[in-house]
């Protein structure tokens, strides 16, 4: 998968990663690149094509693959956080998260996945997270939604090697956006969380773990995983 001469489609690109992705895309040489949002008045990147899309409704979705149906490489980044709990938790925000992330990307994918293959297969990059793979209290929603999300990664990748598509999976940490603005403790920069994910779209890989937070969280799963949700302190 190259990315000069590529014509991508980044979801929700009006700021945070997204619009590291845009920008750094058309930097790599792309030759086109729509900077989508569901507000995209607030995207402000030179030499784009915005375009009005909102993942978590059918009909935009279905209106943007038809605009845009030259696409060749399909930046899912679109996300919220609504720091929301499972048990106690409001249902409808629960339910925003995973309408978002999940049924969102799925939306994307089933829309686009003829797109890139009558383009000659292209490649697909869906934003996950280290809370794909452990769960945190106060955002758990979060955690369920991205783990959906990271297996759904995995399924599309099966489904789609038939046609030549590439699709990679990034987990990242805490990287330095609105959506972490609350958070006080070490944050990525965006932009090397985007050109890290960008080289892995080049060598071909189906997964980019960004930082070490995310090599270290993935690598706990084939412990014992007390030892990873043991109390500071404790021993």
């Known amino acids: 998968m190259k990315i000069t001469g590529s014509i991508a489609l980044v979801t929700g690109a009006n700021r945070g990663i997204g619009r590291h992705f845009a920008r750094q895309l058309l ?50 980044n679109a996300g919220i956080s609504t720091y929301t709990n499972l048990v106690t938790g409001d249902l409808g925000k629960i339910r925003a998260e995973l309408d978002t992330h999940f049924y969102g990307t799925l939306r994307m ?6 797109v890139l293959g ?68 070490d944050k990525m920069d965006p932009a090397d969380v985007v050109r890290v994910a960008l080289d892995g779209i080049e060598a071909d890989r189906i997964e980019v773990l960004a930082d070490e937070w995310s090599a270290y969280v993935k690598a706990s799963l084939a412990n014992d995983p007390s030892a990873f949700y043991q109390p500071a302190g404790q021993s």
């Open 118 to 185: 009558a383009n000659g297969g292209g490649g697909i990059l869906n934003v996950l997270s280290a809370l794909s793979w452990f769960s945190y209290d106060g955002a758990n929603a979060y955690a369920a939604a991205k783990a959906a999300e990271w297996s759904l990664t995995n399924g599309i990748r099966l489904e789609l090697a038939s046609q030549g598509t590439l699709v990679t999976g990034l987990h990242l940490g805490m990287a330095d956006t609105d959506l972490t603005a609350s958070y006080d403790g």
């Open 27 to 76: 930097e790599r040489g792309a030759t086109k690149v729509y900077a989508t949002a569901r507000n995209p008045e607030r995207i402000d990147i030179p030499g784009v094509e915005t375009l009005r899309l909102d993942i978590t409704d059918p009909r935009s979705v279905e209106a943007a693959a038809t605009i845009a149906s030259d696409v060749s490489l399909l930046i899912n």
């Open 109 to 114: 994918v089933r829309a686009f996945a003829p």
